[in-house]
């Protein structure tokens, strides 16, 4: 096994903390948290895409989930900072 390989696998290992840690936050807090869910399951599905021939075209891919990552962090700052 390469580097490269163990980097994508411990970089998968990551986005599925995200995912349980934002599971378990959204649960048990509040829902406002379920976009890094969202990301974290995005993110994974990226991750793990990319042990093949698949890591040219994730470079491209990087910058849609930059954009979906800052608009699902402006609207969750817009949710949590709203007024009541």
Same mark, same amino acid.
Do not use: Q
């Given at each position: !096994? $390469?580097? #490269?390989?163990?980097?994508?696998?411990?970089?998968?290992?990551?986005?599925?903390?995200?995912?349980? %840690?934002?599971?378990?936050?959204?649960?048990?807090?509040?829902?406002?948290?379920? =976009?890094?869910?969202?990301?974290?399951?995005?993110?994974?599905?990226? %991750?793990?895409?990319?042990?093949? $021939?698949?890591?040219? @075209?994730? #470079?491209?891919? #990087? @910058?849609?989930?930059?954009?979906?990552?800052?608009?699902?962090?402006?609207?969750?700052?817009?949710?949590?900072? @709203? =007024? !009541?």
């Amino acid at each position: !096994m $390469n580097s #490269e390989d163990v980097i994508v696998y411990l970089t998968l290992l990551v986005a599925i903390g995200i995912i349980v %840690v934002g599971l378990l936050a959204t649960f048990l807090h509040s829902t406002i948290l379920l =976009p890094i869910v969202i990301i974290g399951i995005i993110l994974a599905i990226f %991750v793990f895409l990319a042990r093949g $021939n698949f890591s040219h @075209k994730i #470079e491209s891919i #990087e @910058k849609i989930c930059f954009v979906i990552t800052f608009l699902a962090i402006i609207c969750s700052f817009i949710l949590l900072y @709203k =007024p !009541m």
